[in-house]
C-alpha cells in the first residue's frame, strides 16, 4: 500500500480570495492579488505625490516657522541687561 501523508491544499492568504497555490510557491498570496496590490500601491503613491504642495516636491525640506527663541533674541536687544530670576532667590523672598 502506498500511504502518502496528505498536505492540505495552501490557500491565498487574502480572506475574499480562494485560489489554490502550488506547494512548491514560497509567496502566500496567488498572482492575481499581488497584481491587484501593485496596482493599488502604485495609485496610492500617485495620488499621495499629487496632494503634496509644489515645495515639497523638489526634496528640499520647508522652511520652519520663527520660534519663540528668536521672540527672546529680539528682547534682549531691546533690554540689554536682562534679569534672570533664579530659584534661591525666589526661596530667599519667602
Not at 489554490?20 to 502604485?42: F, G, I, Q, S
Amino acid at each position: 500500500m502506498d500511504t502518502e501523508p496528505s498536505i492540505p491544499p495552501r490557500i491565498c492568504s487574502k480572506s475574499k480570495c480562494k485560489n489554490v497555490l502550488l506547494h512548491d510557491d514560497t509567496r502566500k498570496t496567488c498572482e492575481r492579488c499581488r497584481e491587484y496590490d501593485r496596482v493599488n500601491t502604485a495609485a496610492r503613491r500617485k495620488r499621495k505625490q499629487e496632494s503634496q504642495p509644489e515645495d515639497l516636491d523638489s526634496g528640499r525640506p520647508a522652511p520652519l516657522p520663527p520660534t519663540s527663541a528668536a521672540v527672546t533674541i529680539e528682547n534682549d536687544t531691546q533690554n540689554p541687561n536682562p534679569v534672570e530670576s533664579d530659584s534661591s532667590e525666589v526661596n530667599s523672598v519667602l
